[in-house]
């Protein structure tokens, strides 16, 4: 399996777990490619996976989830790792709140999202993880 998709099962999964109504934080954790790899058929000019992803997905995303309660909360580099595997090297990590988890389902699960964003996703990540949080009474 792809370890950049966004599944089904784990959204059900997610919204299983997730109690409805609850603002949710999605951690993202971040490895670009140096240059974006487009599918076949993906008419998209050459760039790296960095500008792919700030100058292509983020938009896109953006354009889509207009209107709906999220918030960007923090987008950085990763200077250095503490703790964890030498081959786990991340290069930036962003969180976003979102009014609760269907929310975030509301955007990456429709056909929009994966015919026209998540493929400058796909093009820009070497490997991405994706947590949901709550915040911390």
């Avoid at 200077?79 to 269907?102: C, K, M, Q, T």
Wanted: glycine share 6%.
């Amino acid at each position: 399996m792809n370890s950049i998709e966004i599944t089904l099962q784990a959204l059900d999964a997610a919204e299983r777990a997730i109690p409805s109504g609850q603002p949710v934080y999605m951690l993202n954790l971040l490895r670009y490619r140096a240059q974006a790899r487009y599918e076949d058929g993906f008419d998209a000019a050459p760039c790296s996976g960095r500008e792919a992803f700030h100058e292509r997905y983020r938009p896109a995303f953006r354009r889509l989830a207009a209107g709906k309660p999220i918030a960007p909360t923090f987008s950085g580099p990763i200077l250095a790792s503490l703790v964890g595997s030498p081959d786990e090297r991340w290069h930036e990590a962003a969180i976003n709140e979102y009014g609760d988890f269907a929310t975030f389902r509301s955007i990456v699960d429709t056909e929009t999202y994966r015919r026209e964003v998540a493929p400058h996703r796909h093009a820009a990540l070497e490997d991405f993880r994706l947590f949901a949080l709550a915040k911390a009474m």
